[in-house]
């Protein structure tokens, strides 16, 4: 592994920032100043769909064990492994050119740091994993059913910043429905936002809290802990996001590209079947295709052969309505990766 001069690192790291710099550079010399750098979550939730995402992309590399960078072998790219919650400031201040967070992470920190005409991140594309939403939960066996119940009181969450302004947005309006307290009779109530780093739901039991703000998915974590949602504060999934000016646009759009195919590789299925001419009509309303279905003569002449993509969640339903429409031969195809509109 090269080695790093004294004289180089100054440039490195006002590119990456200060950030356990001087470990990483040691190991990696200066080879990331002319990579795109793009943001990966090291862990969680989203860190499993990522790498998948990167292999079926084909950017390769190599993770060295405890190093939170890894060079691409086959493309002039640096992943850089970080917590999803700090890839928006990272990816904001055009420190790394592109990154993967959840949109919950996005809009949590442009409530401290809200884009300029400089920083801040551009959405890319929605990556269709890591849905879920960050919702108002209070004790099922509780008094209280509605968000405004939880004004005054005590709210723990990791989402400090989006939880702040949902309720002073509810205090506002209560204040103003309840025409304020100019006469001073009414003092102005202030929910107390706490922050803890996981494991939120037990703040309740643990009499913490009144109510707390935290993701649901499934909804098993929030019911287990005896909680239930009595509003969303934002709904969420992963993203793709860029820096205002990343260092090489082209890269960045070919890797957008790239992963667009994987998405939709996930996505659909390809679906042929054979049906009468006179029933094609009727089996292209059910299978319309992403433009529209690929139809082929057959050798006997009232037949064709029709091939087309459908969403994989509703394959079933369309195979059943394909065959009641006299459709045959239905055979359904995993798609490896696409490049499609
Ligand atoms: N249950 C979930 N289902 C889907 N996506 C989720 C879920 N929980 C979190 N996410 C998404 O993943 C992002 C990262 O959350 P996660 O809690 O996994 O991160 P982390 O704090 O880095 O990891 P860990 O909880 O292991 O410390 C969230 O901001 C959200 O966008
Ligand atoms: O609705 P569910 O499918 O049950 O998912 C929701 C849970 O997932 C996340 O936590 P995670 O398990 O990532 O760990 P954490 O509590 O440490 O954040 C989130 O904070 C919830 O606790």
Same mark, same amino acid.
């Given at each position: 592994?090269?080695?790093?001069?004294?004289?180089?690192?100054?440039?490195?790291?006002?590119?990456?920032?200060?950030?356990?710099?001087?470990?990483?550079?040691?190991?990696?010399?200066?080879?990331?100043?002319?990579?795109?750098?793009?943001?990966?979550?090291?862990?969680?939730?989203?860190?499993?769909?990522?790498?998948?995402?990167?292999?079926?992309?084909?950017?390769?590399?190599?993770?060295?064990?405890?190093?939170?960078?890894?060079?691409?072998?086959?493309?002039?790219?640096?992943?850089?492994?970080?917590?999803?919650?700090?890839?928006? &400031?990272?990816?904001?201040?055009?420190?790394?050119?592109?990154?993967?967070?959840?949109?919950? /992470?996005?809009?949590?920190?442009?409530?401290?740091?809200?884009?300029?005409?400089?920083?801040?991140?551009?959405?890319?594309?929605?990556?269709?994993?890591?849905?879920?939403?960050?919702?108002? /939960?209070?004790?099922?066996?509780?008094?209280?059913?509605?968000?405004?119940?939880?004004?005054?009181?005590?709210?723990?969450?990791?989402?400090?910043?989006?939880?702040?302004?949902?309720?002073?947005?509810?205090? &506002?309006?209560?204040?103003?429905?309840?025409?304020?307290?100019?006469?001073?009779?009414?003092?102005?109530?202030?929910?107390?936002?706490?922050?803890?780093?996981?494991?939120?739901?037990?703040?309740?039991?643990?009499?913490?809290?009144?109510?707390?703000?935290?993701?649901?998915?499934?909804?098993?974590?929030?019911?287990?802990?005896?909680?239930?949602?009595?509003?969303?504060?934002?709904?969420?999934?992963?993203?793709?996001?860029?820096?205002?000016?990343?260092?090489?646009?082209?890269?960045?759009?070919?890797?957008?590209?790239?992963?667009?195919?994987?998405?939709?590789? /996930?996505?659909?299925?390809?679906?042929?079947?054979?049906?009468?001419?006179?029933?094609?009509?009727?089996?292209?309303?059910?299978?319309?295709?992403?433009?529209?279905?690929? +139809?082929?003569?057959?050798?006997?002449?009232?037949?064709?052969?029709?091939?087309?993509?459908?969403?994989?969640?509703?394959?079933?339903? +369309?195979?059943?309505?394909?065959?009641?429409?006299?459709?045959?031969?239905?055979?359904?195809?995993?798609?490896?990766?696409?490049?499609?509109?």
């Amino acid at each position: 592994m090269p080695s790093i001069s004294t004289d180089e690192r100054p440039a490195i790291r006002q590119r990456m920032g200060s950030r356990s710099l001087p470990f990483m550079t040691d190991i990696l010399g200066n080879s990331l100043n002319d990579r795109l750098l793009f943001a990966v979550p090291k862990k969680g939730r989203l860190n499993q769909a990522c790498l998948d995402l990167l292999h079926g992309s084909d950017i390769q590399f190599h993770r060295h064990s405890r190093l939170d960078i890894a060079l691409v072998k086959n493309l002039p790219l640096a992943l850089i492994f970080l917590p999803a919650a700090d890839i928006p &400031t990272f990816v904001g201040e055009g420190r790394v050119d592109l990154g993967i967070t959840g949109r919950d /992470q996005v809009a949590e920190h442009e409530c401290s740091e809200p884009p300029t005409a400089t920083t801040g991140v551009v959405e890319v594309m929605d990556l269709d994993f890591g849905r879920c939403k960050l919702q108002v /939960q209070v004790p099922m066996r509780g008094n209280i059913t509605k968000p405004e119940e939880l004004i005054g009181k005590n709210v723990v969450t990791s989402f400090t910043n989006l939880t702040e302004e949902y309720f002073r947005k509810l205090e &506002t309006q209560q204040n103003g429905e309840t025409g304020d307290h100019a006469g001073g009779e009414k003092p102005r109530l202030k929910t107390k936002i706490k922050y803890v780093g996981g494991s939120v739901e037990a703040a309740c039991a643990l009499g913490v809290a009144d109510g707390i703000v935290d993701l649901v998915e499934s909804g098993e974590t929030m019911r287990a802990a005896g909680l239930h949602a009595i509003s969303t504060v934002v709904d969420t999934s992963a993203i793709l996001i860029k820096s205002k000016h990343p260092s090489d646009p082209k890269l960045v759009d070919l890797i957008t590209a790239r992963i667009k195919g994987v998405i939709t590789a /996930q996505r659909y299925v390809l679906c042929t079947y054979n049906v009468e001419r006179s029933k094609l009509e009727a089996a292209s309303k059910i299978t319309p295709g992403k433009r529209a279905p690929t +139809v082929t003569s057959l050798e006997e002449d009232s037949w064709v052969a029709v091939s087309v993509m459908v969403e994989r969640k509703e394959i079933a339903v +369309v195979m059943d309505k394909l065959t009641e429409a006299g459709a045959c031969d239905i055979l359904v195809t995993k798609i490896e990766n696409a490049r499609a509109q």
